[in-house]
């Protein structure tokens, strides 16, 4: 026998689970809940036809009542719990919009580009430009032309790294000199900046490659004093207005007279620190007036054209200016070390 008020019952849970599924407010959910439970919803409706039921169905009517509240009750807390889970990665409570965001990690200079660029803006604004030569030379350009003797003990194979066709890796950037004054006519105002190497035994202030920087200044009536007053200006302008440069004899094949130059430690400002091993200088490079030979070998007529070089290391100064101990770590790429500078 049919029961009129199951059916209805059957139907409006039917209805309201699809009506359920496809809702995506909380307006609509609540509209459902009105139709069925409201004062003028289904279950209302249905228990005012309760007295027209026969009454021996009565019993199953009521029960059907009974099991069907629930069941529309747990349609709607279904369809309002999927609209929270939804609504929650969007509206925080999942997702803690007050922890700091991802820091990009920006790449910075290594600190010996950073001296390189700072000495090369130096001297920039004293008229330099900027000149650069291979890693890879002729023994010609890095001895030969720079009047070096052939029995001179820095071409060695011991000390110098040579390739079989004869060319070596460059220990200095003095042949840049040579590459340049045979490109061009004086005068010539240039710094080349650049990567070297040397057979030495690794140490915490010798590495098989290191970094120079390289003056050359060739004109008319150069003196040593144009010399010293580039360099002073140079310590002035890279550690601070109180640094005094000295100049030492020395020898190098391409300068005449030659020197090494000191400056005044930056440490302790010359008063003696273990820097400068109680001193108060610290070295920094060599130089000198450029030798005729060397002019000569180039095509400059060294009755007229007279200049000055120097050449100092910039491992040397990034290790003074940033107070690194080792020069291995230069090299070492640790990260944690180079994020410093
Ligand atoms: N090339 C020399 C060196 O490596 C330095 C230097 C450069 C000296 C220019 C004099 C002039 O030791």
């Not at 991802?102 to 390189?116: A, E, L, Q, Y």
């Not at 144009?226 to 440069?245: I, N, P, Q, T, Y």
């Amino acid at each position: 026998m049919s029961n009129p008020i199951i059916e209805k019952i059957d139907a409006a849970l039917i209805d309201a689970e699809q009506r359920l599924s496809a809702a995506a407010s909380e307006a609509e959910i609540e509209q459902v809940r009105v139709d069925i439970f409201g004062r003028k919803g289904l279950f209302p409706a249905l228990s005012k036809e309760m007295k027209n039921v026969a009454p021996e169905q009565r019993k199953d009517t009521g029960m059907a009542f009974n099991v069907a509240k629930p069941k529309f009750q747990k349609l709607l807390d279904d369809a309002n719990d999927r609209l929270n889970a939804g609504s929650a990665e969007v509206s925080g409570e999942e997702i803690d919009l007050t922890l700091p965001g991802r820091r990009w990690k920006v790449g910075r200079k290594h600190p010996v580009t950073k001296v390189i660029d700072d000495c090369v803006a130096v001297f920039r604004r004293m008229g330099f430009i900027v000149a650069s030569g291979p890693e890879l030379e002729t023994v010609y350009n890095n001895f030969d032309a720079l009047n070096t003797p052939k029995n001179h003990p820095s071409r060695d194979p011991g000390d110098t790294f040579y390739f079989a066709d004869g060319r070596l890796l460059r220990t200095q950037t003095s042949p840049v000199q040579i590459r340049v004054m045979e490109s061009q006519e004086p005068p010539v105002r240039i710094v080349a900046p650049g990567r070297c190497f040397r057979r030495d035994t690794p140490d915490a202030t010798h590495s098989m490659n290191f970094h120079q920087i390289e003056g050359l200044y060739i004109d008319e009536n150069v003196s040593l004093s144009d010399l010293k007053s580039v360099l002073r200006s140079f310590a002035h302008e890279m550690f601070g207005a109180s640094v005094e440069v000295r100049l030492r004899p020395h020898f190098f094949p391409f300068t005449e007279p030659s020197v090494e130059y000191d400056f005044s430690c930056i440490m302790c400002e010359g008063k003696g620190c273990p820097v400068c091993k109680n001193s108060g200088w610290l070295e920094i490079a060599g130089a000198g007036m450029v030798d005729p030979n060397v002019l000569k070998n180039v095509g400059y007529d060294p009755e007229k054209w007279s200049g000055f070089a120097f050449g100092m290391g910039v491992e040397r100064l990034a290790m003074l200016r940033y107070r690194i101990s080792d020069i291995r770590w230069l090299y070492e790429n640790d990260v944690r070390f180079l994020e410093q500078f």
